[in-house]
Nanobody, 126 residues
Framework: QVQLVESGGGSVQPGGSLRLFCAVS????????IGWFRQAPGKDHEAVACIGPGAGWAGYAESVKDRFAIRRDDAENTVFLQMNNLEPEDTAVYYC???????????????????WGQGTQVTVSP
C-alpha cells in the first residue's frame, strides 16, 4: 500500500522559511512522480511543485517559482519542499501526492490513485 505522510509545517512571519517533508512508503521516490499541493481555507486544492524520477525534472506553479524548491532524498525515500520568502498568501494546508506524468516529466496534477493525506499546516502572518 502506498502512503505519503506530510510534516514540517508551522507558523512563520512574512519573509521566513520552512521545509516540508513527505515520507513515502510503498513506492520509491526515485522512480515516482511526486508533487506538493496546498489548500487555503475556502479554496480548492492548488498544485505547488512536482518532481520526477531519475534526474529529477521539477515543475513549479508561477506563484511559487523562485521561492520554493522541491528535492528528493532517495536514501530516506522522502521528498522535501523548501519554502523561502514566505508570504501570507502561502498560508494553507500542504499535501503531497503522486502526480500524473509523461516519461520522466511530472505534471502539476494529482494522480487519481491516492487519497489526500492529513496534510501539514503552514501559517504565514506578522
Amino acid at each position: 500500500q502506498v502512503q505519503l505522510v506530510e510534516s514540517g509545517g508551522g507558523s512563520v512571519q512574512p519573509g521566513g522559511s520552512l521545509r516540508l517533508f513527505c515520507a513515502v512508503s510503498g513506492v520509491t521516490v526515485e522512480s515516482s512522480h511526486i508533487g506538493w499541493f496546498r489548500q487555503a481555507p475556502g479554496k480548492d486544492h492548488e498544485a505547488v511543485a512536482c518532481i520526477g524520477p531519475g534526474a529529477g525534472w521539477a515543475g513549479y506553479a508561477e506563484s511559487v517559482k523562485d521561492r520554493f524548491a522541491i528535492r528528493r532524498d532517495d536514501a530516506e525515500n522522502t521528498v522535501f519542499l523548501q519554502m523561502n520568502n514566505l508570504e501570507p498568501e502561502d498560508t494553507a494546508v500542504y499535501y503531497c501526492a503522486r502526480t500524473t506524468s509523461r516519461g520522466d516529466r511530472c505534471f502539476l496534477v494529482k494522480a487519481d490513485n491516492d487519497p489526500w493525506g492529513q496534510g501539514t499546516q503552514v501559517t504565514v502572518s506578522p
